[in-house]
């Protein structure tokens, strides 16, 4: 395009341009000054170029838009891979500042807690691996990732909320230690309804065992016929059984007296369990043998305590169950004053006569 002499080829530019009229060639020619132009879809930006450009050196437009693609392109890469690194390192020091955000509070709620045991006259240690840690650690991993305040999710009473439930267990292990000695029927079990069979045996025999003696010697000196005799005895019989139950309601009035002192120092420990602190100590022994003493002075005492309540109480009457027996037997009919039946006056024989006489246990051992 150019001489030798750096001047354009006049004749070879022309040729560039669509030659002479002989070339035969239709219509318009493009020269080296026809540009080409191209739009950047994304920044609206232009590139241009011509044949002329590009025979200088230059590059088409298309190179120059694909060019600046790629090197916006590589922009935002570096601009991306900055903005993550940045948010990675945001991410990782905010992941820092929590971790030691939720340590400093697992750590202050630790030594409150530790100080609400040691409140209670405990060593704190002792309850450390079944209360203290594990409530604990169970707030701190529940804690969310970032939380802006860990701290607050340690409750101020936390403390005393453990503290509570270690008190809480300790006083429902006692009372099942407790209860497994003292059950609900204890009283009953060691105080039985039986302790009154023996006594009352005794009470009765004392004041029935003379009359039915009498009453076999009024049929033998023949003041009762044997139909006589089998009446007043099956009247002393009446009468006996109407004393068992007397007495027997005395015996369960004074052993519901003893089993109430007795469920009443048991209840004590009870509630003496119930209001137990962590430091508090307490011996279900003591109780024990405390319950063993007064159940041993209560089986001791109830034969006197069963007399005193029976007093001077007379259950029969010699000359009421002559005569009980006197009216059955018909016109032989007795009485206390004329034990031998009849019209006559007869008088009584020392031995009948001391026959008549009312006993209770009071001159009890003069039958």
Same mark, same amino acid.
């Given at each position: 395009?150019?001489?030798?002499?750096?001047?354009?080829?006049?004749?070879? !530019?022309?040729?560039?341009?669509?030659?002479?009229?002989?070339?035969?060639?239709?219509?318009?020619?493009?020269?080296?000054?026809? +540009?080409?132009?191209?739009?950047?879809?994304?920044?609206?930006?232009?590139?241009?170029?011509?044949?002329?450009?590009?025979?200088?050196?230059?590059?088409?437009?298309?190179?120059?838009?694909?060019?600046?693609?790629?090197?916006?392109?590589?922009?935002?890469?570096?601009?991306?891979?900055?903005?993550?690194?940045?948010?990675?390192?945001?991410?990782?020091?905010?992941?820092?500042?929590?971790?030691?955000?939720?340590?400093?509070?697992?750590?202050?709620?630790?030594?409150?807690?530790?100080?609400? !045991?040691?409140?209670?006259?405990?060593?704190?240690?002792?309850?450390?691996?079944?209360?203290?840690?594990?409530?604990?650690?169970?707030?701190?991993?529940?804690?969310?990732?970032?939380?802006?305040?860990?701290?607050?999710?340690?409750?101020?009473?936390?403390?005393?909320?453990?503290?509570?439930?270690?008190?809480?267990?300790?006083?429902?292990?006692?009372?099942?230690?407790?209860?497994?000695?003292?059950? #609900?029927?204890?009283?009953?079990?060691?105080?039985?309804?039986?302790?009154?069979?023996?006594?009352?045996?005794?009470?009765?025999?004392?004041?029935?065992?003379?009359?039915?003696?009498?009453?076999?010697?009024?049929?033998?000196?023949?003041?009762?016929?044997?139909?006589?005799?089998?009446?007043?005895?099956?009247?002393?019989?009446?009468?006996?059984?109407?004393?068992?139950?007397?007495?027997?309601?005395?015996?369960?009035?004074?052993?519901?007296?003893?089993?109430?002192?007795?469920?009443?120092?048991?209840?004590?420990?009870?509630?003496?369990?119930?209001?137990?602190?962590?430091?508090?100590?307490?011996?279900?022994?003591?109780?024990?043998?405390?319950?063993?003493?007064?159940?041993?002075?209560?089986?001791?005492?109830?034969?006197?305590?069963?007399?005193?309540?029976?007093?001077?109480?007379?259950?029969?009457?010699?000359?009421?169950?002559?005569?009980?027996?006197?009216?059955?037997?018909?016109?032989?009919? #007795?009485?206390?004053?004329?034990?031998?039946?009849?019209?006559?006056?007869?008088?009584?024989?020392?031995? +009948? +006569?001391?026959?008549?006489?009312?006993?209770?246990?009071?001159?009890?051992?003069?039958?």
């Amino acid at each position: 395009m150019f001489t030798p002499g750096g001047q354009i080829d006049r004749l070879t !530019f022309a040729g560039l341009r669509g030659g002479g009229k002989g070339g035969g060639g239709g219509g318009s020619q493009k020269t080296l000054w026809d +540009e080409t132009t191209v739009v950047d879809p994304v920044t609206g930006e232009a590139y241009t170029s011509s044949p002329w450009s590009m025979y200088q050196g230059g590059k088409s437009a298309a190179e120059q838009l694909n060019e600046h693609i790629r090197s916006r392109r590589e922009q935002d890469q570096q601009t991306s891979a900055a903005a993550q690194q940045a948010a990675a390192a945001k991410a990782a020091t905010d992941e820092t500042t929590f971790q030691g955000k939720r340590q400093s509070a697992y750590d202050t709620a630790l030594q409150d807690t530790l100080r609400s !045991f040691q409140n209670q006259g405990v060593d704190p240690t002792n309850y450390r691996s079944n209360y203290i840690d594990p409530a604990l650690n169970r707030i701190n991993a529940g804690i969310q990732d970032l939380d802006p305040n860990p701290m607050g999710q340690f409750p101020t009473s936390l403390g005393d909320t453990i503290v509570n439930q270690a008190t809480s267990d300790r006083r429902t292990q006692l009372q099942n230690q407790y209860n497994s000695i003292f059950t #609900p029927n204890y009283s009953s079990t060691v105080l039985p309804d039986t302790t009154t069979g023996t006594y009352i045996d005794q009470i009765l025999g004392e004041q029935f065992d003379p009359l039915s003696q009498q009453l076999l010697n009024a049929e033998k000196r023949h003041t009762l016929t044997d139909t006589g005799y089998n009446a007043a005895l099956e009247r002393l019989n009446q009468k006996r059984t109407a004393a068992r139950d007397t007495v027997s309601n005395l015996g369960s009035n004074i052993l519901s007296g003893y089993r109430s002192s007795l469920d009443d120092l048991v209840s004590g420990g009870r509630s003496a369990i119930a209001g137990l602190g962590l430091s508090s100590q307490f011996d279900p022994n003591a109780y024990t043998s405390r319950a063993n003493e007064l159940v041993s002075r209560d089986l001791s005492n109830f034969g006197g305590a069963l007399r005193n309540a029976v007093g001077n109480s007379q259950f029969a009457d010699l000359s009421d169950l002559i005569n009980a027996g006197g009216a059955v037997q018909g016109a032989t009919n #007795p009485t206390a004053a004329n034990p031998r039946g009849g019209g006559g006056g007869t008088a009584l024989t020392p031995d +009948e +006569e001391l026959a008549t006489r009312k006993r209770g246990l009071g001159n009890t051992g003069a039958f």
